[in-house]
């Protein structure tokens, strides 16, 4: 058990914390699914749109301190190269 005000603090702060985490984790890692789905199967706009909507989510992520930037700018940038492939095969 805590022994100081700041532990007792903290332990209750945990929870609420990791709930959030994860909740902005996991929208996060949906929406990069998502989009890498559209660019096998969908068109090509609503692979772009899917990937935009996966940019906007790690930005977010990232914003909070949930996803460290370098992180989010890593699969961000993976993204945005597979969509540039795929944009380079379909003109």
């Known amino acids: 058990m805590a022994n100081s005000r700041s532990a007792i603090k903290r332990m209750r ?6 709930l959030r985490n994860r909740f902005f984790i996991g929208s996060a890692r949906a929406t990069v699914r998502k989009a890498r789905s559209s660019m096998e199967t969908s068109s090509l706009e609503e692979a772009r749109q899917a990937t935009l909507a996966a940019v906007s989510a790690l930005d ?3 914003e909070k301190g949930i996803l460290h930037k370098n992180n989010a700018a890593r699969r961000k940038g993976r993204l945005m190269s597979q969509l540039a492939r795929l ?3 379909g003109k």
């Open 13 to 18: 702060q945990n929870p609420k914390r990791r």
């Open 60 to 62: 977010k992520a990232a």
């Open 87 to 89: 944009e380079k095969q």
